[in-house]
C-alpha cells in the first residue's frame, strides 16, 4: 500500500516522488533509518532508470523478496499506467473534436521549439567541449548516419557514448605526442 500510495500521490517525476517515499519507508513504517535511506538513494541515483521505481523494486525486495520487489514496482507503476490508457482513452475518444484537435495542434510547434532549443544547447556543449570542427564532423557524422544510411539513433548514440568514453585520452595522448616531436619547447 505504501508504494501504490506514493504511485498515486507522485507527480512531476521521480525525484519528487522520493520525498513521498521516505515518508513511508522512514517515518511512517520505520522499515529504515534516515541515514540508511540516504545511502539507498545515492546507490539508487547511480543506477540508470527512473529513481522512484528503483526505490519501491528495493524496499519490496528488502522486506519481502525478489516477490516484494515485484509487487512493490507494480504497486508503483499501476496507477501511473492506468492514469495514461484513462488519458488515451480519453483522446482518443474525443479525437474527432476540433477542440481536442486544436490543443494537440497547439502542442506541436510547443515541443518543435523545445526540441530545437535541447538540440542547440547540446551542440553548443560539443562545441565547447570539442571545438568547433570535431563539433561540426561530429554533427556531417551523425547526420549522415542518421538521415543518409538510417541508422538507428540508439546506435548513432552509442557509437557517440563510446567514443565520449575515450575522447580524453585519445586528446592526451596526441598532445603528447605534439609535445614529444617539438622537443618540449
Not at 474527432?96 to 542547440?120: N, Q
Request: aromatic letters at 14%; one cysteine or more.
Amino acid at each position: 500500500m505504501a508504494m501504490f500510495r506514493t504511485g498515486i500521490l507522485g507527480y512531476g517525476g521521480g525525484p519528487s516522488i522520493v520525498p513521498l517515499i521516505r515518508y513511508e519507508a522512514v517515518t511512517r513504517f520505520k522499515w529504515m533509518k534516515d541515514e540508511e535511506f540516504v545511502e539507498v538513494l545515492a546507490i539508487a541515483n547511480t543506477l540508470p532508470g527512473p529513481i522512484a521505481t528503483k526505490l519501491a523494486g528495493y524496499l519490496g525486495y528488502r522486506l519481502k523478496g525478489v516477490w516484494g520487489a515485484v509487487v512493490g514496482v507494480l504497486a508503483h507503476i499501476v496507477p501511473t499506467c492506468a492514469a495514461m490508457v484513462g488519458l488515451y482513452s480519453f483522446i482518443h475518444f474525443f479525437s474527432t473534436s476540433l477542440v481536442i484537435k486544436g490543443m494537440i495542434a497547439a502542442v506541436v510547434p510547443i515541443v518543435a521549439v523545445m526540441l530545437g532549443v535541447m538540440a542547440y544547447e547540446f551542440g553548443e556543449k560539443a562545441i565547447k567541449g570539442l571545438g568547433w570542427l570535431a563539433g561540426v564532423v561530429f554533427f556531417i557524422i551523425s547526420f549522415l548516419l542518421l538521415q543518409t544510411f538510417s541508422v538507428h539513433p540508439a546506435i548513432v548514440i552509442f557509437l557517440f557514448l563510446l567514443y565520449g568514453a575515450f575522447h580524453h585520452k585519445l586528446t592526451d595522448k596526441w598532445k603528447k605526442r605534439q609535445l614529444g616531436e617539438g622537443g618540449g619547447v
